[in-house]
């Protein structure tokens, strides 16, 4: 693929000195950013670096605070999402804009000028089937948009920008859900648009890999400004990784000593349905040493949502068997599952791990308010809990104003920190932890690996559940890539590749064993 | 039988009317439980202004203004100030309820004007109603708008990302809406029953918001539902025509309620859902922020 023009042409997209603040933060200072026509532009930074901010501005969504933007040098305002439309640029998001109870078609037909008045879905249809030819990928346009795949969904997002007229495409993090299939199937189909088609591509991610594969340029932000601006080809893996953090961290490998104790969990052929009735963890075995560690890798949606419940006794088992310690827990409630030492980190961490409202203080004691020791003549005793909140917020190093802050005004980092800690301040024997790094900047998700490390080395048995396959195969002992809620195998992590684990989160290798 | 019959029709139609605004309003993502007291204004409006002017006309007009208007007041507090939309309806109902006593009691009488002339004593809102629920449902189903609309009540961030203006839209819901919970109260002060009297509504309005439930937000079923709910409404004030002494007004009056309220359970339960889709609104009551 030969990159486009090298001398600097006129741009077709600029921002130029964009400064957006946001209540006590500066998301973004003085920012510039050039986008050629015709080229794949790559926006790199860490969660935070001001990455959305500066593409919702671009689309209309947000006003900045100062600075301009320009389309073929001509200064212009968007006032909405409407005014960037109309001038052909379209914005796939991080998180799906369909809705879900439509189907594809409506949905593609939204907002299009076309449909004022009485909608005509059937020239719609041919319109959209000729463009989806034209480009070359086809979606079933009557299907409704929950019955589709995350990549399939993506797909309507980019059909759809396209039937607007988008000449410039802006995507923001557009792998974040995908598997490593649909991953490079939308990059081919990316790189077909910009090639063949003659659409420029703005492509925000943090995910480097993708950046040296598709981009032609790459301009790095962190901590809302822009720190490099480089040809994809003259940019060196570590040279980005450097601006992107500020500095050196070399992903390594944890050292953890692999003594292994007594066995302590026994999971038999455990199945559960999903909230809408399905069965979503179909007949998962394992077993867990105390000090082992089960990197279950997948992309989510796969069962591991119901498999962390179902351990935890927040679901109920359709059948199976979970033993801990020989004794049967299957159908024990998650405060008793507690008391036997069962630690629970869940996903959503503002949502289920903690309530936003709440102070620290009161968030700790969400795990202690059953624990005689924390109560007094019947009462809550609050010096207790506020001397325990201070431990955690000490040794865990957890950065809040106060101990009476809201968990809502904790960074993502920050809150997790505690989490953490309140949990394993109960010294759990079996800890499930569910995306225990998602969304956290490179030092707090560092901090949480290390912290669950060192509960190993105490004895704990750690069930970690992850997207992220370098996390899996730095900490695992045991390697199970889980799809379709069955565990492909167990692997050991000396024997574990990431193309093989990757390859059966993907569902490769599963059918071939004649599984579904 | 025939008179029964008609007379229950008209009474569907004040359901209608006023579900249908619901209707739309929830559709677009706006609850507005306040039904009943923009009834109760739209009602006292209508009743006030025909007494005053002589004039069926700008009865219902005055009717229709008023829905409206306080329909954008709900708006202002839920869509502009993001208020609870629940708490918003509320304290339009108490609003409505003190205020229409207080500027109606001096009307508390009958209307004095000749009656609205009937097509074979059926009321001619009737076949009205029939055709703004044709209108509204293709309004919803056929058109670019009604897309829009539905789009704001499943997902509001969904369609501004395709450049449709949530807020206008929503506001031009509870407009809607509230004209035509005015043109309800003004169809039941005018024509229905066209008595002025404080409360006079007693529950039309909770009933009219229960159906909209009760037909999963299609026009189609709320129109066989607000026949059924005027036939149990109208039987609630004479049993004793249909099945003498077995049961009294004020429990028959309870029927429209003990009929949504199972819908109500079986539409909320995952076997429905799986099966018929989301029948519901997705966003509905909930505000919507930019960005």
Known sequence: ?516 | MWELVARSLEASTIFLFAALGELIDQRSGVLNVGLEGLMLFGGTAAFITAQTTGSHALGFLAGLTLGGLLGLGHGFFSITLRGDQVVSGMGLWILSFGLTTYLGSPYTGPLGLGRIPSLWGLSPFFPLGVALVAITWLLLFRTGLGLAIRSAGENPAAAEASGIPVTSIRFLCVALGGMLAGLSGATYTLSYNPVWNYNFLMGWGFVSLALVFFSMWNPWILLAGASLFGIMWQLSLSPELILPGVLSRYVWRTVPFAITIPILCIISTPWFRTRWGLAKPEALGRPYAKG
Request: proline letters at 4%; hydrophobic letters at 45%; glycine letters at 10%.
């Open chain 1, 1 to 516: 693929m030969s990159p486009p023009d090298l001398a600097p042409t006129e741009p077709i997209l600029a921002a130029r000195g964009i400064t957006k603040r946001f209540p006590g933060v500066l998301a973004l200072d003085h920012v510039d950013l050039e986008i050629q026509a015709g080229e794949i532009h790559a926006v790199l930074g860490q969660n935070g670096a001001g990455k959305t901010t500066l593409m919702n501005i671009l689309f209309g969504l947000l006003q900045p605070d100062e600075g301009a933007l320009y389309l073929r040098e001509q200064r212009i305002r968007f006032r909405s999402p409407h005014d960037a439309l109309a001038r052909g640029i379209g914005m796939v998001h991080q998180t799906r804009r369909l809705v879900s109870a439509h189907t594809v078609l409506e949905n593609i037909a939204l907002g299009h000028p076309r449909t004022r008045g009485f909608l005509n879905l059937r020239s719609t249809r041919l319109e959209v089937e000729a463009l989806g030819n034209r480009y070359g990928f086809t979606v079933p346009l009557g299907a409704r948009v929950w019955q589709l795949s995350e990549g399939e969904r993506q797909w309507v997002e980019i059909l759809k920008a396209l039937y607007r007229g988008a000449e410039i495409l802006i995507l923001d993090e557009p792998t974040a859900a995908l598997t490593p299939p649909e991953v490079k199937t939308l990059l081919a189909g990316l790189q077909t648009l910009v090639r063949d088609h003659g659409v420029t591509v703005l492509l925000v991610t943090h995910k480097l890999p993708i950046v040296m594969a598709v981009s032609h340029r790459v301009t790095v932000l962190r901590s809302g400004r822009v720190v490099a601006r480089l040809r994809t080809a003259d940019a060196a893996e570590e040279s980005l990784v450097q601006h992107m953090i500020g500095r050196d961290i070399a992903f390594r490998t944890m050292n953890r000593s692999a003594e292994m104790g007594r066995p302590l969990l026994q999971v038999e052929q455990l199945s559960a349905f999903n909230d809408k009735g399905l069965l979503a963890l179909r007949g998962v075995s394992f077993s867990l040493r105390e000090g082992e560690v089960l990197g279950v890798a997948g992309v989510t949606g796969n069962g591991q949502e119901e498999l962390a419940q179902v351990l935890a006794g927040l679901r109920p088992a359709a059948s199976g068997r979970v033993r801990l310690d020989g004794r049967d827990v299957t159908r024990l409630s998650p405060l008793q599952r507690w008391r036997m030492g069962v630690g629970y980190i869940p996903a959503e961490r503002i949502e289920v791990a903690s309530i936003a409202t709440f102070s620290l203080v009161e968030n700790t004691a969400l795990n202690y308010h059953f624990d005689p020791a924390f109560i007094r003549r019947g009462l809550l005793d609050n010096a207790g809990l506020e001397q325990l909140t201070q431990r955690i917020v000490t040794t865990y190093n957890v950065k809040a104003p106060s101990q009476y802050a809201r968990a809502q005004h904790l960074s993502g980092g920050n809150l997790q920190k505690l989490i953490l800690g309140r949990v394993l301040s109960r010294n759990p024997r079996l800890l499930i932890a569910h995306l225990p790094t998602q969304g956290l900047d490179v030092e707090a998700a560092a901090f949480v690996r290390a912290t669950l490390v060192e509960a190993t080395a105490e004895g704990a048995a750690v069930l970690l559940i992850s997207e992220d396959l370098d996390e899996i195969l730095s900490l695992s002992d045991w390697v199970a890539p889980i799809y379709e809620g069955r565990f492909g195998a167990i692997i050991p992590r000396a024997e574990a590749g990431a193309e093989t684990v990757g390859a059966m989160m993907a569902g490769v290798g599963m059918k071939e064993a004649g599984v579904r």
